[in-house]
């Protein structure tokens, strides 16, 4: 039987009703993987997408194991300082001015400069002890005297520097202090490291950790999570949610809603009282579980199929509104009230014939005068210049402009 604390389970069944009881519902291979971490004193390296329950692992098998959690958030530009230690300077000040007057009484008979510095540089020890040594997570899983849990989150946001850094806490569960010595731990610590996948990890850190990739779960190990966070959600409606969010992953969207989200999405379902899921209420909250704004476009268009797989969705038309037929749609467009049709329909043939004689009667050579293209010269035809016709003067005063003029003049 497990023993909270220091001891060991004793089988995977084990792990898997521990963690049951802190609510983090494990499948064999997990529960495999975490009993070995349990019996070899391995570091667990987890990988997947965000919200699969990485990090939440950590947190339940400090609880279960009665462990302290400590926890090192890694992003980018993060130094050794933050992850090991780093000296309390303020202190070590304020020991200085303290002790201001025991300095003078070390340096007071030393008949040089020289021999003064020498005198204060062998206390040296005093201000780099374990006194003033701040312990930061790494340090602080390998000094503590009682056992715990070490989750390095998210190690793919940190800088390779600090992978460097962490090789030596990880093989070897130790930690070098090069003013002091190398602090070894007493009980290994159970250390578990998330990623996020955003950049790859170094062959060296992963081969000095047990690897488990963690992806999103079946949806009767999605189902059993929500219900047992206890929602508020009825089982029917949280099993057509877990579906619909399993469709949602299915879309190309930016980022998949995780299952922290899935149970988010139930408990405000539950909060408004939804006692059937439709389009308009999971589109109303679907940005619970889709959090950019293209992906939410794609989801609300995705969500009538996703509620009732035989729902027929209208398309939409292009919206050009010019009338001209492109073929877009099963039918053309009604034709406009101009263009409806009349007595002269009949006659299209008549009509169209009649009209390019008028068009040809109309087009005499020279009617818009020498401009482009009216071949004045004659071009390589030899034909005479074309003269344009002119005009009549009473033409002129019945434009509009002339009758204006006249209006001006008066």
């Known amino acids: 039987m497990f023993e909270s604390g220091t001891g060991q389970f004793d089988s ?16 064999s291979r997990l529960a495999t993987t975490v009993f070995l971490v349990n019996r070899l004193d391995k570091p667990l390296l987890i990988e997947g997408p965000a919200g699969v329950g990485k990090t939440e692992l950590a ?42 007057e025991k300095i003078g009484q070390v340096v007071a008979d030393a008949p040089t400069l020289e021999d003064a510095v ?46 460097a850094v962490l090789l030596e806490t990880l093989a070897e569960y130790q930690v070098s202090v090069p003013e002091v010595g190398t602090f070894t731990t007493k009980t290994p610590p159970y250390v578990v490291l998330t990623s996020n996948n955003t950049r790859d990890l170094s062959a060296a850190l992963k ?33 057509q949610l877990v579906g619909i969010v399993r469709g949602l992953r299915q879309l190309e969207l930016r980022k998949s809603p995780s299952i922290s989200e899935t149970i ?34 794609k989801a609300i268009g995705a969500l009538p199929t996703l509620v009732d797989p035989n729902a027929t969705v209208p ?46 009667a109309k087009d005499t050579p020279g009617r818009f005068g020498n401009t482009y293209g009216s071949n004045p010269l004659g071009g390589d035809t030899g034909a005479k ?23 001006r003049a008066l």
Request: with cysteine; aromatic share 6%; hydrophobic share 35%.
């Open 207 to 239: 081969r000095r950790c047990l690897h488990l990739f963690l992806d999103y779960p079946t949806a009767e190990r999605e189902l059993e999570i929500v219900r047992s966070k206890k929602t508020g959600l009825p089982d029917a409606l949280a099993e």
């Open 118 to 163: 020498d005198r204060i540089g062998a206390q040296e020890s005093v201000f780099f002890s374990e006194r003033f040594l701040a312990s930061r997570p790494l340090l602080e899983a390998i000094r503590s005297d009682e056992p715990v849990v070490l989750l390095i989150d998210e190690v793919d946001r940190a800088d390779e520097a600090l992978e």
């Open 59 to 100: 947190k339940a098998l400090a609880k279960a194991t009665g462990r302290r959690l400590l926890r090192l958030q890694c992003y980018e530009g993060q130094d050794e300082t933050k992850a090991l230690y780093e000296w309390d300077y303020g202190k070590q000040l304020l020991y200085t001015q303290i002790l201001r």
């Open 264 to 297: 988010d999405w139930a408990r405000t379902l539950a909060v408004l009282g939804v006692e059937e899921l439709n389009a308009t209420i999971l589109s109303d909250t679907v940005s619970v579980v889709v959090k950019y704004d293209k992906d939410v476009r």
């Open 315 to 360: 398309e939409k038309g292009h919206g050009h509104g010019h009338g001209h037929g492109h073929g877009h749609d099963d039918q053309d467009p009604p034709a406009p009230a101009s263009r409806q049709s009349s007595p002269r329909d009949d006659d299209d043939d008549e009509d169209d014939d009649g009209g390019r004689a008028v068009r040809a």
């Open 12 to 27: 995977v069944d084990e792990v898997v009703d521990a963690l049951g009881e802190q609510g983090y519902i494990a499948d």
């Open 385 to 407: 210049p074309i003269t344009p016709p002119k005009v009549p003067a009473e033409r002129g005063t019945r434009s509009f402009g002339a009758g204006l003029g006249r209006k």
